[in-house]
Structures are given as C-alpha cells and as structure tokens.
C-alpha cells in the first residue's frame, strides 16, 4: 500500500486561504468517506483537525474545512494566521491488507 | 481530560528488541480501539498496527508484520508494542493513538524515540 500523494509544500499569505490535496484510489479515498486531516507542529505530535472528510472536531476553528471528489481529498484553510504554519497529512481507511494509509504530508508556510 | 503516555524507548542494536508502553487516561480504555503510528526523523506518518477495544482483532503494516506484536491490558489501561528484530529503519518516534471511529485518530501521546544502532 503506498501512501496517498500530498503536494510538499504550499504557501500563502496571512489572511489568504489555500487547499492542500490528497489523491489516493478507489480502494482509499475514492472508496471510503473516512478521510481525516492532522496537523503537526515541529517537535509536537499530530492533532485531528478533520474526520470523515468533511467534519470538525469540537475546538477545532471553522477556517478550516474538508472536501472530496473521486480519488482526492482537499482541506482547505481559510483566513490564514501565522500559527497555521504547519505539516499537514491526511489519513485514510483502505481495503488493502494494512486497512489504514497516511498521506506524504505538506508544508504549509505562511509568508 | 484524555491523557496518551508513550514508555520504553530507548537505543536498542540490530536484532533487538524493546517493548513500548502507552499508558491511557480520561477516557473509558476498554470502549476504543488504539493504534501505534511512527515518525523516522525528518520524514512522514507511518500507520504500524492496531488493535480493537477488546483486542480480539490486530492488524499491522507490512513493514513490521512478523515482527511487531500489539497487545493491550484493559485492566491497566495501558496499550503494547513489542518490537523484535529491530532494523535501522525502524528508527521513529512512536505515537500511540486513540481511535475515535474507523480510520480517525482523535488523541495522541507525545511520542517516544526507538533507535535502532549499533
């Protein structure tokens, strides 16, 4: 089982929104609404920022939001602040033998 | 509040084995499945292994299929991973994670380093 392609980096401007994708198969992301986000801060362990493609957990901040379409998965952060700054990765159930894959993970620096 | 404590790394030669350790707090153990996740240095999320709440089924990733083993004790609410043949490449950090539904991991702990050197 590879894991699911992320752009390394991506960048924006403070107040600016960016998308990060996350393209698997139909036998991931394209099969399966359990997608989920983390987001990782150096030297820190990762934190649930979206489950089920699209849902926040409580605390989490409404800037930032999940989507789907076919094999790719995209979290958006909208209104970026300088704390955004970050290593994303998503996450995703698979009906190959391992049942669970992460993404390549993203950069996201905010210029 | 839910508490994640990850024990037992260390620096162990090739061919060695260790046993990691995650002590679990704030939330009904016995209810929810839990998962080991590792990080080499510098790289990304790697799934290991997983077990159900009531440890009647396990899983791992191919990586470490024959050579890991998870276990939990419910009665001391803590998780295992114990960790044979060790490689270099299995030098990470170990997170022990909550699993909130399929395929979500709501709680982490902060992480213990295995290195695997001689």
């Known amino acids: 089982q590879s894991a699911l392609t992320q752009p390394a980096s991506v960048s924006g401007s403070p107040g600016q929104s960016i998308t990060i994708s996350c393209t698997g198969t139909?036998?991931?992301?394209?099969?399966?609404?359990?997608v989920s986000w983390y987001q990782q801060h150096p030297g820190k362990a990762p934190k649930l920022m979206i489950y089920?493609?699209?849902n926040r957990p409580s605390g989490v901040s409404n800037r930032f939001s999940g989507s789907k379409s076919g094999n790719t998965a995209s979290l958006t952060i909208s209104g970026l602040q300088a704390e955004d700054e970050a290593d994303y990765y998503c996450?995703?159930?698979?009906?190959?033998?391992?049942?669970?894959?992460f993404g390549t993970g993203t950069k996201v620096t905010v210029l | 509040q839910v508490q994640l404590v990850e024990s037992g790394g260390g620096v162990v030669q090739p061919g060695g084995s260790l046993r990691l350790s995650c002590a679990a707090s704030?939330?009904?153990?016995?209810?929810?499945?839990m998962h080991w996740v590792r990080q080499a240095p510098g790289k990304g999320l790697e799934w290991v292994a997983f077990?159900?709440?009531?440890?009647?089924?396990?899983y791992y990733a191919d990586s470490v299929k024959g050579r890991f083993t998870i276990s939990r004790d419910n009665s001391k609410n803590t998780l295992y991973l114990q960790m044979n043949s060790l490689r270099a490449e299995d030098t990470a950090v170990y997170y022990c994670?909550?699993?909130?539904?399929?395929?979500?991991?709501?709680?982490w702990g902060q992480g213990t380093l295995v290195t695997v050197s001689s």
């Open positions: 994670a909550k699993e909130q539904q399929l395929a979500t991991f709501d709680y």
């Open positions: 704030g939330f009904t153990f016995s209810s929810y499945g």
């Open positions: 077990i159900r709440y009531d440890g009647s089924n396990k």
């Open positions: 139909s036998s991931d992301v394209g099969g399966y609404n359990y």
């Open positions: 089920e493609v699209s």
């Open positions: 996450s995703s159930y698979t009906s190959s033998s391992t049942f669970y894959v």
